[in-house]
């Protein structure tokens, strides 16, 4: 996956994740929604989901996160990670999640920052999946887990899903901001 289909699938992970929250009282986030599921603090949990869903690939030294985090991409390499490995893992992603914990004790990052960047780095994992190469969810075992949807980095098949995708995302957008009135009643008596 190319880093704006990753990105873009991050996003879209949070907003999801954050609705299903919200329509399912699982939580009680009405101090962070304020209405809507695009205002206060959330924005800045999105930035970080976006920010956590290029993160695992700091194993490719010529990635967008292996360039901007070269001081950490280059000694991966020389330690032998490949690319879609130890990163791309359910042990990758529980360091990945005491590494940055420890950036919410050195008051750099605020909780919410932190969960954000959890999710999006289980986006990326679970996006990684949909390609035909699947990732070692259970490193060091080399078995390989995919969805047996098979798109190829940069494919067709990965533009359609960057399409569809972002409609979906911006449909979303445009009912939370009351843009599109997806009130069945008003469509037909708009007809009558
Ligand atoms: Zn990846």
Redesign the pocket.
């Known amino acids: 996956?190319t880093y704006h289909t990753?990105s873009l699938f991050g996003f879209v992970f949070a907003v999801v994740i954050i609705k299903l929250l919200a329509l399912f009282n699982v939580i009680d986030l009405s101090y962070l929604i304020e209405g809507s599921i695009f205002n206060g603090d959330l924005w800045k949990f999105y930035t970080a989901a976006i920010i956590g869903s290029l993160l695992?690939?700091i194993?490719?030294a010529s990635?967008k996160a292996g360039r901007a985090l070269w001081f950490i991409s280059k000694p991966l390499k020389w330690f032998g990670i490949k690319?879609?490995g130890f990163?791309?893992s359910l042990l990758g992603f529980i360091l990945f999640g005491f590494l940055t914990k420890e950036l919410i004790d050195l008051n750099w990052i605020s909780q919410l920052i932190w969960y954000g960047l959890l999710i999006g780095y289980v986006s990326?994992?679970l996006?990684?999946m949909l390609?035909v190469h699947g990732?070692p969810l259970f490193y060091p075992n080399d078995r390989k887990f995919k969805f047996h949807i098979n798109i190829t980095t940069g494919s067709w098949g990965e533009h359609l899903l960057f399409l569809v995708i972002f409609t979906v995302v911006t449909l979303i957008i445009a009912y939370e901001r009351g843009y599109v009135n997806l009130n069945l009643n008003d469509l037909i008596n708009s007809f009558s």
């Open positions: 996956m990753h695992p690939d194993d490719h990635s690319h879609r990163t791309h990326h994992i996006a990684d390609n990732i």
